[in-house]
């Protein structure tokens, strides 16, 4: 089911998505009395990416955009009226299962594959994974161990030490991913199982050459039963300690920076050779979202991203709350009922998640998101899930899961962009692709992390954090095929080495943050 369709002809104020939308979106800031279509005249000002009716409502209609519904008029609406939090609302549409056709399997379309596949240059790790960044991590099994973990990283910081890693230039840093939790949960709890898999997937990463695991000893996640519990297996490339088993603080870091000495040597014998797309994972993500999401940076994501899985690549769609009221878009492409059905349930589990605690789903969008444009979660959600281009949803993921299957899978998880990206990379996403209209910063050690601007006026303005300008769709120097490819493209570049602008301002060891879902006691 095409959510946009760019063909549609519309005066160069507006852009208009949809021949059953309600509404239209103004391209650029529109003052009151513009003439926006054929005796549809603004009322008022209306900024960009922001909504205007094309025809009378009445309050408690229906309002679409996409061809969707997104909510409810609160109020009288007459065309050329902005359309937005003061008049709009999602009602009593929250909780009623949406009474969507989930219609389930009924437009999965086999993947034709593309022969032959295209090639980055990647690191082949010796258990045959294929790795797009050098690291050695160190990972904490609770906070009391993070002063610890970041002392010893600190000691191989190129910017205050180039000494120190100046012999190994194919090493591309030592990183300390600490978290605020570990302790004081249930040790048979939900809470403690999750924490355990986020920091499994990172140790067994293929971003990371090796991995040094702290703890300080006496914590409920304790680095046995972690070990245990997920299969990892001590040596010389995972080094457990604790802080309490060595002796204190002082000789704790002098271990780590002894220990991390031996193995660098050895993390730079690597070499980059040709690798197959079908190596790549990527994560998904938006944030600082705005109207222009679902235009452009989004849809052309998810040109990338049929692309990339008909190469034989994969993608991992995240964000639970923010594909809730599109999740129907999304069984229709499901291989079978039992993932149809699992993504199904996590919607109700949020749903339920929600009510126990007196929330409301409908506070995503943001405070920022409703400046860009966007007024309700159903608004947000269905220009969300046009990253995930149109293949078949091959999977459904828990939280920090590991991915078993090629192709387009959905992972739970909260819609807070660190939390959502942390389990993502736990579950062996390799790279990141993040749109954003609002000027996101955001990075994540091991893994690349690629900001799509949704709007040329974002990329004038904060150009050094962007790396791909997708306004170029809506000023119309490209169409949406040309511009999927190009992201595409910087896929494997990036994959291949070249570093992105996060990257670049050494965004990524602050952004690890497990998923905290557990009564701390």
């Known amino acids: 089911?095409?959510?946009?369709?760019?063909?549609?002809?519309?005066?160069?104020?507006?852009?208009?998505?949809?021949?059953?939308?309600?509404?239209?979106?103004?391209?650029?800031?529109?003052?009151?009395?513009?003439?926006?279509?054929?005796?549809?005249?603004?009322?008022?000002?209306?900024?960009?990416?922001?909504?205007?009716?094309?025809?009378?409502?009445?309050?408690?209609?229906?309002?679409?955009?996409?061809?969707?519904?997104?909510?409810?008029?609160?109020?009288p609406i007459a065309p050329g009226d902005h359309v937005h939090v003061h008049n709009l609302s999602i009602g009593d549409l929250e909780g009623a299962g949406h009474e969507q056709d989930y219609a389930i399997g009924s437009e999965v379309t086999p993947v034709e594959r593309i022969s032959p596949t295209a090639t980055f240059m990647g690191i082949q790790r010796t258990d045959g994974r294929v790795a797009t960044r050098n690291y050695i991590g160190i990972l904490t099994s609770v906070n009391c161990s993070a002063t610890v973990a970041h002392a010893i990283a600190d000691h191989f910081r190129r910017d205050v030490h180039p000494e120190a890693m100046a012999p190994y230039p194919h090493v591309d840093g030592v990183v300390a991913l600490t978290h605020g939790v570990?302790?004081?949960?249930?040790?048979?709890?939900?809470?403690?199982?999750?924490?355990?898999?986020?920091?499994?997937?990172?140790?067994?990463?293929?971003?990371?050459?090796?991995?040094?695991?702290?703890?300080?000893?006496?914590?409920?996640?304790?680095?046995?039963?972690?070990?245990?519990?997920q299969g990892l297996k001590p040596g010389p490339k995972l080094h457990p300690f604790t802080i309490q088993q060595i002796g204190g603080t002082t000789k704790a870091i002098a271990e780590g920076i002894r220990h991390i000495k031996q193995l660098l040597g050895e993390a730079n014998q690597v070499e980059r050779t040709p690798c197959s797309a079908e190596h790549l994972r990527v994560a998904l993500q938006c944030g600082g979202s705005d109207g222009y999401s679902g235009i452009t940076a989004n849809p052309a994501l998810g040109v990338a991203v049929d692309r990339l899985i008909a190469h034989g690549g994969s993608a991992v769609l995240a964000e639970t709350p923010e594909v809730y009221g599109a999740e129907h878009l999304l069984t229709r492409r499901a291989v079978s009922p039992a993932v149809a059905h699992k993504l199904i349930e996590r919607i109700h589990w949020w749903e339920e998640f929600c009510r126990v605690r007196g929330a409301s789903l409908d506070n995503n969008p943001s405070a920022g998101n409703k400046v860009g444009g966007l007024t309700t979660i159903l608004e947000k959600s269905l220009g969300a899930v046009a990253k995930a281009g149109t293949t078949p949803l091959v999977e459904v993921l828990e939280y920090a899961e590991?991915?078993?299957?090629?192709?387009?899978?959905?992972?739970?998880?909260?819609?807070?962009?660190?939390?959502?990206?942390?389990?993502?990379?736990?579950?062996?996403?390799?790279?990141?692709?993040?749109?954003?209209?609002?000027?996101?910063?955001?990075?994540c050690a091991p893994v690349p992390s690629m900001k799509l601007s949704t709007n040329t006026a974002l990329w004038r303005h904060q150009s050094d954090d962007m790396d791909i300008n997708c306004g170029v769709l809506t000023d119309g120097d490209v169409n949406l095929e040309q511009l999927g490819e190009q992201i595409f493209q910087r896929f494997l570049t990036l994959a291949s080495g070249e570093r992105s602008q996060s990257e670049r301002h050494g965004y990524g060891q602050q952004e690890f943050v497990p998923w905290q879902i557990g009564v701390i006691t």
């Open 1 to 75: 089911m095409a959510l946009i369709d760019h063909t549609t002809e519309a005066p160069a104020s507006i852009i208009r998505l949809h021949e059953r939308d309600d509404v239209v979106i103004a391209r650029v800031p529109l003052p009151k009395g513009t003439e926006v279509l054929p005796g549809i005249v603004l009322t008022g000002a209306v900024p960009a990416a922001h909504k205007i009716a094309v025809r009378d409502l009445r309050t408690g209609d229906m309002i679409r955009r996409y061809g969707q519904i997104i909510g409810r008029a609160t109020q």
């Open 182 to 229: 570990g302790c004081a949960v249930a040790a048979d709890g939900e809470a403690l199982q999750m924490l355990q898999r986020t920091l499994a997937g990172y140790a067994r990463h293929a971003n990371f050459a090796a991995v040094l695991v702290i703890g300080l000893g006496c914590e409920t996640n304790q680095i046995d039963a972690l070990i245990e519990s």
């Open 402 to 443: 590991p991915m078993r299957e090629r192709g387009l899978a959905f992972m739970d998880s909260p819609g807070f962009d660190p939390v959502s990206v942390t389990g993502q990379v736990a579950s062996g996403c390799n790279l990141i692709a993040f749109t954003t209209g609002r000027g996101s910063a955001f990075g």
